[in-house]
């Protein structure tokens, strides 16, 4: 007989998971999953105490990841992931910050908070599930759409060029920048787990397919675009944030593109504004 | 450890006593924008949160600052924001979440005169309305309406423990008048200040529900770390915290929500009352206006008109039962306010026939009492 | 003046930038603090940081002030032309305008008291103190606030390390207030010196 | 191309001799572990599960416990484990 | 010219039908943002626009899609966005600045049921009072509540219409019932349907003036390009446009943008009434509800008890003639609508002693008749 | 006799100046108004009719430049500059739409559309008056103030590194990219000009002192401020983006950056969208 | 059935993804624009994209539909066992329903017509027309529609290119409707085939 | 280093000779022109305008109508036209 097909043991990551809300509402095929999957195995892997963690997401699809995880987590507004995780790291600078979301909602709506939470080198990990589109609300055209690509909004095509999302963040100030896909798991697991344990802005890029409504107007099933991942990327560590640009027609770059050290905001203002050393005291019982 | 509470008296207009306030009531957070004329309050916590302890950032927008409140909020500290008319429309969908996530955390008003950018620089009351149904869907709000200096700092603490006893932001609607008007504030000695903090569960972790409600209809609140696991949505959800999609749930969530403050309006509503109890003309005002009614009723006693003032020092939930009560007496009602009639509006609903007067204008200047005796004699004519 | 409440109302107003706020901040301060009197001071200002019209009203009174705003000054601060355009006729006939010399060219329709504040402040090489010399000017014509009062507020007002520099101003206003007095004095004998 | 991940990982995952479990009932049939289960050690079932999907079905004792399956699965549905002995 | 309106009978949901009304009314530009329930009314106009010579395009958010309708409208062309709750709420601060540019536009909220994020693909009226409130200051708004998808057709091209006559927003207060509901909706030929645009100013361009009204309150409005050099603000201004910071032009301007409004009320309110003549309980509704209204009212007839309805097609500027006409001659009100308790206040304002009841609720599906059925018993019990 | 000190001629810009609004609100020093100035001769310059002009400002002490221009023009609200500029572009591309407004106008508040108009490559020229803060309400810290500098809410100092804002631009999708000092007037004057008769989002960095909310708290006079724009500036034309930060310790690079071609938005809309001849005709008549 | 006014009430659900939303829009655009009634439809669904339960409600009438909620309907089409477990009791005793013979395991507690709808349209290579030809065998045992109508309604509610492939899915389900109604006119000769 | 503008401009602006007018009224008196004029044609005067400031007056006739003095002063009170001769 094969090795049984039904398990004995619970899947390693129930502990991580609120078993009692799965099965997600993620469709067949979503890659959501399979990045939400592989950045728990990093929390994990961390070896940080759970409740030393957040999770916050923002509104789509992918920002039900904070629906999912059970550690202290929040679902908040379209677009305001970030801004209401700024609020956690500087309260509570000892807890460790990942926003979880969607390219729609960290970069249509949510773009501003981006920048600026990268320019302030908010010690936060931010998580985008880039899909190319607004799944959640059927796959209109995103900031992230490629040109020409088809969506609910653009039949005739996208009119827009999408951001170069690494190079975007760089330019606001991340001291941390990786792409990856969601099939390259365990590379983004190791990325996760990286960003988790440095200071700083970290920023991790993942393609992931929406089949359903991204991948159907485009005439992709989820196999094609995993074969995509697969076949048209190459990995480039260090490669020039400029050359980045989404575009399986040439090969997509992945990689850890930027990781140096500058002081993050919560280091910097409390060096700054709380020169006694009893601050520090107070701000634990506060 | 030495207290940072400015125990004496202050010459300092109602910003700065509104920090000081704030301070004082063991807040720890400010998330701020610049706005005329609120950006006193945010410059106040900018120099004395790192004094206390407490952080001060300065976010990109409204909406970012309204948000990071909340997230700092979880983390189990006092929280707040202040804004004007643009940035108060900006903050009113994260205000949505702050209701629905019971999350504590108290957000000024200092109001101008708008629509839109309107006089940025003079005082108006215009955004009551707002205050009260400005995010979409149902809710109920807590706004305070403080008309001195002293009550800007009286009211901020009362707002943080309102806030955190019914876990809901509070709104204080103050306005360019008081925000800017400098007066004597008294700070009295730390120990003596009541300062309320959100009850912290107890149980077993594993079965906590974050928003299972204790006796006054509020549940416990853990803070980020405490190790409850929670989870926080802004979806409709269940007392475990988890989005459910059904219109029982909404019913049960939504009656969770309306209820802590309806059913708490005694513990919440307060008013003052002046010379009422003969009046035949009760005058409703609130915030730098009930200055001027104050004022109106005065001069038309020496007139010899009845006139008396019902003060409302929460305007949120609105005191029905007073002008019902009221409106079994008195043959008219006057309401004071810098707006084209928004809190006499809501006189006039509980009003039944009595005729419900507005002293009020367009914005930009206060009242001056002369109007209120003008109506006052019209309507006893 | 003989009502039951002994109640002063003043209007300090000129140019954005020259420190009338600050000037009607001390001027309450000293009041509230100093001399234990009820106060109130509100302003009006306008969208430019520099150059637009300014005004600072303080009433000072020995019971709570409920109404906070100035419809006929006791005093009447002027600092520049426009302000005194505006606000010359909101002054009680019985009150007092007080004026900065250079910047004001009152139409003589009454008496007033003057001070070339600003270009005493120049003289001081602190331009930006033409306020606090008209402060002490003020604090020596009228009987609104009291010496020390006036001193300890502007103490507790002004940037640390300026508090030096702004008492001298101070002491120069208030000490041309004295002089000019004493020749009104002369002038009008019989007429007390405090005259609001 | 079935392979690809085996060069990347080779180097740091310790070639073990693993079981593979699923958890049917949670598959939703999306095929990427099958796909690109580096020893082609999973297919597709016949039978349906009560969400009406395929769940896979282990074909070869050839499992690595590489994990890579447990990752990439969207549904906690699959997972390896050190085969003992 | 080939016309583009798609005259025929169409089996449409609601938001397709709102398209299609606007693309008849001549709309031009639409600035989207996707959102449950309204996308629809997006994806529609991104097909259609380009057909007729349009422009669809999609902001990075609501704050975007709104502000950037205000732009096309001042090149002369008809703008339109459409959203729902959240989206609303952060729309706010733009509908200030259109109310007080007296920029035309059209928004449509597509209502879910709320706060917050609430439940996205449930249907409510939750936002009726933020509608009329939901920006800082005061000032006045029309919006209308469609009930089927062809009045989604009809209302749209009014909404138009009643935009370009007073130059200023109109809301289409939907909801997600009607949004999503497909229907018969018949779209007449072109030539028959009433369109009407913006006056254009005529006289000469060095003396002109933005807002210097015409007879009907409201001024003529030149386009980018006409050579009038225009200057538009948020500021309080005078009819030239001019910011001037003080109370009286803030008056002036507040009278002329409440009064275009207000005075025009006869023209701006539709109602419709269903055997309200004889009844002893007046049922105020609208939107999707008024189905349920309408349908309780059929009930109660059969049951022997008179009621009959009042269906408010325009719920801002609210018609408190009328309720206070009825409140002379009805036992009793019952507002039905999806929400806690909004138009209701409006009616129980309007009411004297009447008493107004609320049949209503939380939010997520419609009232059933048999709700508004029984608290007509009670009532008359 | 010395040449005459008064004027018998108008100021050669009077006609594109609403002459009723002055003197505008500017403090004496203030550099916005210098900006204002090489901006409008820019636009005499360009030999465009000036009805085919559209100015818009969001709000702010540079905002108010909307107020001030003869053309039609648009004071909107704050942060909402380009948005309201993007649909004014949209439904007339014809009208050349020129944004003037000031740092925390547009990157502050108004980041998001920044970054979303330039990456649709939105044909209209954007001026930043950079003050290095918040000069209307009184000079709080903005996201372009330096690291360490005092601000009305940074007493001891900004502990939060600015935006490299030629940088973001350029990452962003920016097709020109410039930076100038209010100094540099003729040099400003130019690349306005250049902008406006180019297609594409154009980005013209100006920086200008506020000597009341940022120069007085920073001990620097407006003529010390000019001074470091005179002696610690450096023009180096085609420089690397990377290497644009504000920093007067070293020298700050002015120049222009960027300037290359993509179809604008406008264009590509009308292409993909519009392929019936006849809609153009239609949309004249619209 | 004879009311005054001839109503019709269907509830078509199953799982997002099926279709379900289109069949009832097409079922109501055939009564409305082919048959000339009045018809509405409601549609129920949740935030999944895909698996979630999903209801559409279509009232067919003679008269102006003001209600447009089904509380029982005379026909429930459902095409999952989830959705057949929420609505199996929102039948009129008297009415009928008609699921996937595959994907419903009917309780047994009354009569139902089934088609294997879903596996048809596999075998057709085509899985999401499932909703097609249940709409065709729904058409074929029901006198909700005339088959015109319904196939007209198929013609402009289905994606360009498609149109003759999901007629023919029409078809398939249409003819095993008449088919199983043969049977069933066998079965209990005596009962008319149109059931609702 | 008041010459700095100089060089930049040399090349493109012909040296003419101008004459440059002061709208004293609109001038706040920020001295920029002042100080930045390549030929210091101009200082302040010591007379003071309505609002308060001194405009500067023309202390050579070098003007060489470069406008430079135009573009930079934010008030529109000075501006440079050719010298008629
Ligand atoms: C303020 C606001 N606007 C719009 C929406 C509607 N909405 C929900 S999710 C979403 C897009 C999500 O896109 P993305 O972040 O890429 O997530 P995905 O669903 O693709 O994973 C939108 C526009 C909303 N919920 N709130
Ligand atoms: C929504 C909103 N938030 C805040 C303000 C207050 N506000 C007015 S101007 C301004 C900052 C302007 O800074 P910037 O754009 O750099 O212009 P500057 O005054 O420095 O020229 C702010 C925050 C506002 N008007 N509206
Ligand atoms: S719609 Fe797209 S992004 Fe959303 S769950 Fe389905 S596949 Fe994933
Ligand atoms: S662990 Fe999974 S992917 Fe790896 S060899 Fe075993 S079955 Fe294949
Ligand atoms: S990856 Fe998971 S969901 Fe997909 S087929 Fe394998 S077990 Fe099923
Ligand atoms: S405050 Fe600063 S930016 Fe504003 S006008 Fe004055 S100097 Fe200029
Ligand atoms: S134009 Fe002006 S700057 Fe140039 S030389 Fe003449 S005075 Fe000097
Ligand atoms: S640049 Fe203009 S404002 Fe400044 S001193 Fe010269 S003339 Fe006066
Ligand atoms: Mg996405
Ligand atoms: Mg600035």
């Known amino acids: 007989m094969k090795n049984s097909g039904t398990s004995p043991t619970p899947h390693p990551l129930e502990e991580l998971v609120r078993m009692d809300r799965i099965p997600h509402i993620w469709c067949p095929g979503c890659g959501t999953g399979s990045v939400f999957t592989s950045s728990l195995s990093a929390i994990k892997q961390s070896g940080i105490p759970y409740n030393q963690f957040a999770m916050v997401s923002g509104i789509g699809c992918s920002g039900r990841g904070a629906g999912y995880i059970n550690i202290d987590s929040f679902h908040t507004t379209h677009g305001r992931a970030i801004p209401f995780a700024t609020g956690i790291k500087m309260a509570r600078p000892d807890i460790n910050v990942i926003v979880f979301s969607g390219d729609g909602d960290l970069f249509a709506i949510g773009g501003n908070h981006f920048i600026h939470a990268a320019r302030r080198n908010m010690d936060i990990t931010v998580i985008c599930v880039n899909n190319l589109t607004y799944g959640m609300t059927g796959g209109q055209v995103a900031a992230t759409t490629p040109f020409r690509a088809k969506s609910a909004t653009t039949a005739a095509g996208n009119p827009d060029s999408p951001f170069n999302l690494p190079l975007l963040a760089y330019a606001s100030g991340a001291t941390y920048v990786a792409r990856w896909t969601m099939l390259h798991a365990r590379d983004l697991a190791d990325a996760v787990q990286e960003a988790i344990l440095r200071k700083g802005f970290s920023f991790i890029e993942v393609l992931s397919p929406c089949p359903v409504n991204f991948g159907r107007r485009n005439r992709e099933k989820s196999l094609d675009t995993l074969r995509n991942y697969h076949e048209n990327t190459i990995i480039k560590n260090g490669a020039n944030p400029a050359e980045l640009d989404v575009d399986f027609g040439k090969k997509v770059v992945l990689g850890k593109f930027i990781d140096i050290d500058r002081p993050t905001c919560d280091e910097m203002y409390r060096k700054m504004y709380w020169p006694q050393p009893e601050t520090d005291e107070k701000r634990k019982t506060g | 450890m030495k207290s940072h509470v400015l125990t004496g008296e202050h010459f300092i207009n109602g910003d700065e006593a509104c920090a000081e306030g704030a301070i004082a009531a063991g807040c720890k957070f400010f998330g701020g924008y610049p706005i005329t004329p609120a950006t006193e309050v945010a410059e106040q916590m900018s120099v004395r949160l790192p004094q206390v302890g407490g952080t001060y950032i300065q976010m990109e927008d409204e909406i970012a600052a309204m948000t990071s409140i909340l997230g700092a909020a979880w983390t189990g500290v006092k929280t707040m924001t202040a804004t004007s008319g643009p940035g108060f429309s900006l903050m009113m969908e994260t205000v949505g979440l702050a209701v629905v996530t019971e999350t504590p955390c108290v957000v000024v008003n200092v109001q101008r005169a708008g629509p839109s950018t309107g006089l940025p620089t003079q005082g108006a009351q215009g955004d009551m309305m707002q205050a009260r149904w400005g995010s979409h869907g149902d809710y109920e709000i807590i706004a305070l309406a403080p008309s001195s200096p002293q009550e800007m700092f009286d009211l901020t603490i009362a707002a943080f423990n309102l806030s955190e006893t019914y876990r809901t932001p509070v709104f204080i609607m103050s306005d360019e008048i008081v925000g800017h008007m400098s007066e004597k504030v008294i700070i009295p000695d730390a120990r003596t200040i009541k300062t309320i903090s959100r009850t912290k569960p107890t149980g077993r972790k594993d079965r906590f529900k974050p928003y299972q409600p204790g006796p006054n209809g509020v549940a416990p609140m853990p803070a980020i770390g405490d190790g409850y696991n929670v989870h926080v949505t802004g979806l409709t959800h269940d007392e475990k915290g988890y989005p459910v999609m059904s219109v029982d749930t909404q019913k049960e969530m939504m009656d969770r929500l309306l209820g802590k403050i309806r059913n708490n309006r005694d513990d919440i509503i307060m008013t003052e009352e002046y010379l009422l109890d003969d009046a035949d003309i009760a005058v409703v005002s609130y915030g730098v206006s009930a200055r001027t009614a104050y004022t109106a009723v005065e001069q038309a006693r020496q007139n010899g008109i009845r006139m008396g003032l019902l003060r409302l020092i929460t305007v949120w939930p609105f005191p029905e039962d007073k002008i019902r009560a009221l409106s079994k007496r008195v043959k008219g009602f006057i309401t004071v306010e810098i707006n084209m009639g928004q809190i006499s509006r809501e006189v006039q609903r509980c009003a039944g026939t009595v005729p419900s007067y507005l002293a009020g204008h367009t914005g930009g200047a206060v009242i001056p009492p002369d109007d209120v005796l003008k109506i006052a004699k019209e309507a006893l004519a | ?196 | 191309m079935k392979y690809w991940r085996v060069p990347l990982d080779s180097g740091e995952i310790q070639i073990t001799k693993g079981v593979v479990h699923i958890i049917e009932e949670r598959c939703k049939g999306c095929g990427y572990c099958i796909e690109y289960c580096p020893r082609e050690v999973l297919a597709f079932s016949n039978k349906f599960n009560a969400k009406g999907y395929h769940p896979p079905l282990v074909k070869t004792e050839d499992c690595l416990n590489c994990h890579y399956c447990e990752l990439l699965c969207p549904e906690f549905a699959i997972f390896s484990e050190a085969a003992i002995g």
Chains 1, 6 share one sequence.
């Open chain 3, 1 to 196: 003046m003989a009502t039951e409440t002994i109640k002063k109302e003043v209007i300090v107003t000129g140019f954005g930038g020259q420190g009338i706020v600050l000037a009607g901040k001390i001027l309450g301060m000293a009041a509230a603090l100093g001399d234990k009197k009820e106060s109130t001071l509100v302003q009006s200002y306008g969208p430019e940081s520099r150059g637009g019209a300014c005004c600072a009203q303080v009433i000072i009174s020995d019971r709570t002030i409920q109404y906070p705003y100035v419809k006929t000054a006791d005093v009447l601060v002027c600092m520049s032309q426009s302000a005194y355009e505006k606000y010359k006729d909101q002054v009680r006939p019985e009150g007092f305008l007080i004026t900065d010399k250079d910047l004001v060219n009152p139409d003589g329709r009454r008496d007033f008291l003057d001070i070339p504040a600003t270009r005493m402040a120049e003289e001081l090489g602190r331009k930006m103190m033409a306020n606090i010399i008209m402060l002490g000017f003020v604090t020596a014509v009228t009987s609104l606030i009291s010496e020390k009062a006036a001193r300890d507020a502007v103490l507790s007002s002004v940037p640390k390390g300026t508090e030096e520099m702004n008492l001298k101003a101070f002491t120069k206003g208030h000490d041309y207030g004295l002089s000019k007095l004493k020749g009104r004095e002369k002038k009008a004998a019989g007429q007390t010196g405090a005259i609001a």
